[in-house]
């Protein structure tokens, strides 16, 4: 597609139940990276996946926390046991070929409200 | 440990004017930084971006100055127009593909 793209745009959710968030990125990118926003803050990385190497989970703040990418291409970033605290705008950006450093782009997010 | 941070968090500019936001990195080995705007309820877009080769970089209306003395980068917005009004991130990588490390972000308002 022409950018990176996000589904459910807003999920509102019980506390405990189980969430499932997906991105799908630019086509061709083989880098996906998921981040976490809260209220007024800057971006906080959970998760990055490049080619087929096992994923950097070194930002995933609990094991209730997981992500897949299927395929090389579309991720799901799966939260179990919801909390409030998990309440926040998760983003996915991609970036190229993975040659080099180059720039990530995101999506525009997934608004989350644990109640 | 490591971080990118801004030395304001807001920024009230009258329209037409320049704009200047800054942005301290305290990780000497990185040398890729780009500049995001994000818009109320939409993600982070790319706006210019610099590599440690180089001190400055321009784009349209828009410059990013990198000194690598002490470790600042600056995005320059060249007539500041209310289109402008977001919050800006300074990002950081380290090497490779890596993730970004980003700044807690300026709140850019301009002022008709």
């Known amino acids: 597609g022409a950018g990176v793209s996000q589904s459910p745009s807003n999920k509102v959710t019980e506390k405990g139940k189980d969430v499932e968030l997906r991105c799908d990125p630019i086509?061709?990118?083989?880098?996906l990276y998921w981040y976490r926003q809260s209220l007024g803050q800057g971006l906080e990385f959970l998760i990055y996946?490049?080619?087929?190497?096992?994923?950097?989970k070194s930002g995933l703040p609990s094991d209730r926390f997981s992500a897949e990418r299927t395929g090389g291409s579309v991720s799901t970033l799966t939260i179990q046991r919801t909390q409030q605290e998990d309440s926040a705008v998760y983003l996915c950006?991609?970036?190229?070929?993975?040659?080099?450093?180059?720039?990530?782009?995101f999506g525009p997010g997934t608004r989350l409200l644990v109640l | 440990g490591e971080s990118v941070g801004l030395h304001l968090p807001t920024l009230s500019v009258q329209e037409g004017d320049n704009s200047i936001i800054n942005c301290a990195y305290s990780?000497?080995?990185?040398?890729?930084f780009i500049w995001y705007k994000q818009e109320s309820g939409k993600g982070p877009q790319f706006i210019i971006d610099?590599?440690?080769?180089?001190d400055k970089r321009q784009g349209q209306r828009v410059t990013v100055l990198l000194n690598k003395t002490v470790k600042h980068l600056s995005l320059q917005i060249a007539a500041t127009q209310p289109g402008d009004s977001a919050v800006y991130f300074c990002?950081?990588?380290?090497?490779?593909?890596?993730?970004?490390?980003f700044g807690k972000g300026t709140r850019l308002s301009v002022i008709a």
């Open positions: 990002a950081e990588i380290f090497s490779g593909n890596t993730p970004l490390v």
């Open positions: 086509s061709g990118h083989t880098a």
């Open positions: 996946f490049q080619g087929n190497s096992a994923p950097d």
């Open positions: 950006a991609s970036s190229g070929t993975g040659t080099g450093q180059e720039t990530q782009y």
């Open positions: 990780n000497s080995a990185s040398d890729y």
């Open positions: 610099i590599r440690s080769n180089m």
